[in-house]
Structure formats: structure tokens, C-alpha cells
């Protein structure tokens, strides 16, 4: 196993989950593109879902470039039928699951809980949580065979009482009550359980509203990257590799031992 440091910061540790396969639940162009190519970097096998078609090809030929296999799979992970045909794949391609990232999300509303619509927040649990709980359920028989891992991605959500984002911490805090208890159960099977929640992220999104922002406020995106970044520790804000080499870590043999966790993944901006 080799390691080389990135000039961002970041680690590529190759090897780590060599010849592992991963299934990523939620691959978008920002997190989780990143948590899986990462995962085929440090030598894991990718198995790709989502339920938006487009992102899957692309991600896939950036794993298939790194030398490991990637199956795509679109799916709506709130429909049962959907998240075994997941499993039911992922075993047909690759005869074995070693590693659950939950990543997939549905942001509900972001006002405050005097104007919520109800609706907005059921959507976001189903998704967040029942289907973070289903695809669990549905691995656990093959993670127990392989000693595995589940990652959760939860948010910084968990802890800041901000207003307008109430209905995310609900649907968020239930994802790490979940995640906690899967620990507890599973944890006998050999199976470990543990999350990650990140702060700010510094990609896309993040950049666009800086940039909405800042033309709002007669600013720059600098100015605001700098301010914020001044609530951290590091002085700077994560971008999604290194947050997906903390997945990785959890996913690999150097957490055997780290299981009913949330380890925070933000420069320092908040202690936990």
C-alpha cells in the first residue's frame, strides 16, 4: 500500500480497500462522485446508483480509468423493488458487498418550521432514512459474510440549531439515531456502522451560491470563502475528495475497530 499526498491536502491511500466492493448510494456530481472515485483509487470495485441516470455514466468511466470495475444502476431507493434490485446487481457483477455508503438525500424545504409543509419533511425522511435503513437491511446478510462496513453521510446539521434548517436536522438527527442503533445490532454480525457529517463543502453548489451572494451584496466570492473559512480551525473550507477519504478510512481495515461513530469532517468549524 502506497500513499501520496495531493497538492490540495488530501490523501490517496491506494490499496486500502483493494479488490473490496462498494456500493455508493447516492452518486451525484459533487460528494458522491468523489466517494466513489476515491473508493476505486484506494482499489475498491464501484457499484454506482442514483436515481438521476445522467451523472452514472460519467462517474463510471472515471472508476473504469482507474483500473476497477463500475456497475451503474439507476434506482429510486424510497421503492423496495428498486434497492434489492440494487443488492440483488451488485451480487450478480461482483459475488460479494463489502462496504454500504448511504449517500443519498432529499433536501426539504429551508424555511422556518412556523412555514414548513409537512410534506417536505416526510419526503426527506423517506429518502434520508428509510431508504438508508432499507438498503442496510438489505446488505446486511452479505456484510456480515464479508466482515463489512456501512457509512452513513450525515451533516453538520447535527450541530447547530441555525433557523430554516430545521426539517434537515430532523430528517438528519433520525439518520444518526439509525445509524446508532444499526450499529448495536449489527455489530455482533461483524458488521460496523458509523457516519460522517460534513460542514461546508467547497464545490459547485457551494461556489454558485457565494457567487449568487456575492452579487447580491456588492462582494466577492473570496471574501466570502474567506469569512467563512474564518469559522474554522484550518482557516479553509473541505472539498469533496478529502471528506471521501474519510469514507474510505471508514470503509477500510484501519477502522476494524471504530463502529457506532459520527466523525465530523469540517476543518474545525464545530467540536464534537
Not at 488530501?10 to 490499496?15: D, E, K, L, P, R
Amino acid at each position: 500500500m502506497t500513499a501520496t499526498v495531493q497538492p490540495s491536502g488530501s490523501v490517496q491511500a491506494t490499496g486500502l480497500l483493494q479488490d473490496k466492493v462498494m456500493i455508493v448510494a447516492g452518486v451525484g456530481g459533487g460528494l458522491g462522485r468523489s466517494i466513489a472515485v476515491r473508493g476505486a483509487a484506494a482499489g475498491a470495485d464501484v457499484v454506482l446508483v442514483s436515481r438521476t441516470e445522467s451523472y452514472l455514466d460519467d462517474v463510471a468511466k472515471e472508476v473504469v480509468d482507474l483500473g476497477r470495475r463500475a456497475i451503474t444502476v439507476p434506482a429510486d431507493l424510497t421503492s423496495e423493488n428498486d434497492a434489492r434490485g440494487v443488492v440483488e446487481q451488485t451480487l450478480a457483477a461482483f459475488g460479494r458487498i463489502d462496504t454500504l455508503v448511504n449517500n443519498a438525500y432529499l433536501m426539504p424545504s429551508m424555511v422556518d418550521f412556523s412555514q414548513t409543509d409537512f410534506q417536505h419533511i416526510r419526503d426527506a425522511f423517506e429518502l434520508s432514512v428509510l431508504g438508508s435503513l432499507r438498503m442496510s437491511q438489505l446488505c446486511t446478510p452479505s456484510l456480515a459474510q464479508t466482515q463489512g462496513s456501512i457509512v452513513m453521510v450525515n451533516s453538520m446539521v447535527l450541530r447547530h440549531s441555525d433557523p430554516t434548517f430545521g426539517s434537515y436536522k430532523v430528517a438528519k438527527s433520525g439518520l444518526l439515531s439509525m445509524a446508532q442503533t444499526l450499529s448495536s445490532e449489527v455489530g455482533p454480525l461483524g458488521v460496523r456502522v458509523n457516519s460522517i457529517a460534513p460542514g461546508y463543502i467547497w464545490a459547485d453548489t457551494l461556489r454558485g451560491h457565494f457567487a449568487e451572494v456575492a452579487e447580491q451584496t456588492g462582494t466577492t466570492v473570496d471574501a466570502l470563502y474567506t469569512a467563512t473559512a474564518a469559522n474554522c480551525d484550518l482557516r479553509r473550507l473541505p472539498e469533496p475528495d478529502q471528506i471521501a477519504d474519510t469514507v474510505t478510512f471508514l470503509a477500510s481495515d484501519l477502522a476494524y475497530a471504530v463502529t457506532g461513530q459520527c466523525l465530523d469532517v469540517n476543518c474545525g468549524e464545530y467540536h464534537h
